[in-house]
């Protein structure tokens, strides 16, 4: 392992005014996207849409990395690039989601473990060769009576550190993302504390299993009321509760924190990562690898056409030049009518 290339990479992934794109969408969940926009899941299609997020010109200036599925990292633009090389050439790298998927956890009911460490080190080592430097493994926890279950927290945090450490034995940074979910009817409280034992308890196996932490990522969701919930508060709020948590259990030598959208709106999400990144300076950056709120409006303006590629991509740049603003609180909502 050669920690200071892992750290560099760690570190280059947050850069100032940078975060990742998650585009690592399964077969499944790249399906749901494209039925919500009447576009058929075919090979071709998925191509065609990474391909013009990929070739957007000026991504590299807002976007540092960009996670693939296994598919997509393997796939070739229409002009036979690779896809891996068009990112390369706007100087972003190139990582992979390499779980198989959070499964039925026996005898938790309604709780889940997330599967994929067998042959976990001949995968990362192709997943170099292709090109790959950094990898992500997500952890669910559903948050509600009894939720999560100590059992869940403990399989999950020792599945997240044996996948950590099998990443930077590759030269390949782990993204770690213990996903409390915000769904629910659950409070700010409860999410709160789910967080914090989630995130104890991985931090804690990550040590444990001998895990390099300058050479890691945290991807976690923020701390807020479950959507169902009948107490919302303000972004100021959110903030200001994701903070704390945080600063209780993510050690300082940890290069960044890269947060998950999860359902929150495109502008929600950019609105309460610039207000975190108001409170600072923070012992770690503070940025995104955000899927949903980075893509939604690309994939609403793409419709699958190819008359539409540039609008796409137009859609693209906008929120990733937002999110770039949040992560040193210059971000105002009034910036988005003056784009549009
Ligand atoms: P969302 O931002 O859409 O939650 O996706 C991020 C991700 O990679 C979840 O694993």
Not at 178 to 201: C, K, N, S, W
Not at 234 to 252: G, H, K
Not at 290 to 303: S, V
């Amino acid at each position: 392992m050669d920690l200071i290339e892992l750290s560099g990479t760690a570190r280059a992934l947050v850069a100032p005014g940078k975060g990742i794109l998650a585009a690592d969408e399964s077969g499944g969940t790249i399906k749901k996207r494209f039925d919500s926009i009447g576009v058929e899941s075919t090979e071709t299609n998925r191509r065609d849409y990474r391909q013009m997020l990929f070739t957007a010109v000026g991504a590299g200036d807002y976007i540092s990395g960009v996670i693939l599925y296994d598919e997509t990292i393997r796939q070739s633009a229409s002009d036979g690039t690779p896809l891996v090389k068009l990112l390369q050439d706007q100087g972003i790298i190139p990582g992979i989601k390499v779980d198989t998927g959070a499964k039925a956890l026996a005898f938790a009911e309604g709780e889940t473990v997330t599967e994929g460490l067998d042959g976990l080190r001949e995968r990362l080592a192709e997943y170099h060769t292709l090109g790959a430097r950094f990898a992500k493994w997500r952890a669910t926890y559903s948050v509600g009576a009894g939720l999560p279950s100590d059992y869940c927290v403990d399989v999950n945090a020792h599945a997240l550190a044996r996948y950590a450490a099998l990443c930077q034995e590759a030269g390949i940074v782990p993204i770690v993302e213990p996903e409390v979910y915000m769904e629910g009817t659950h409070t700010i409280e409860e999410a709160f504390l789910a967080t914090e034992r989630a995130q104890t308890a991985m931090f804690s196996a990550l040590v444990q299993q001998r895990v390099e932490l300058e050479g890691i990522l945290l991807k976690p969701n923020m701390v807020l009321p479950g959507y169902d919930s009948t107490k919302q508060v303000s972004d100021e709020v959110i903030a200001e509760a994701t903070i704390r948590c945080f600063r209780a259990t993510v050690p300082a030598t940890v290069p960044g924190i890269v947060f998950l959208s999860g359902g929150q709106s495109d502008e929600q999400a950019t609105a309460r990562l610039n207000a975190m990144n108001k409170l600072g300076p923070h012992p770690w950056q503070l940025s995104f690898s955000y899927g949903r709120a980075l893509q939604a409006p690309a994939l609403k303006a793409w419709k699958g056409a190819a008359a539409n590629v540039d609008a796409g991509r137009a859609a693209f740049l906008h929120r990733a030049r937002m999110n770039s603003l949040a992560r040193s609180g210059e971000y105002t909502p009034a910036m988005e009518k003056s784009a549009a």
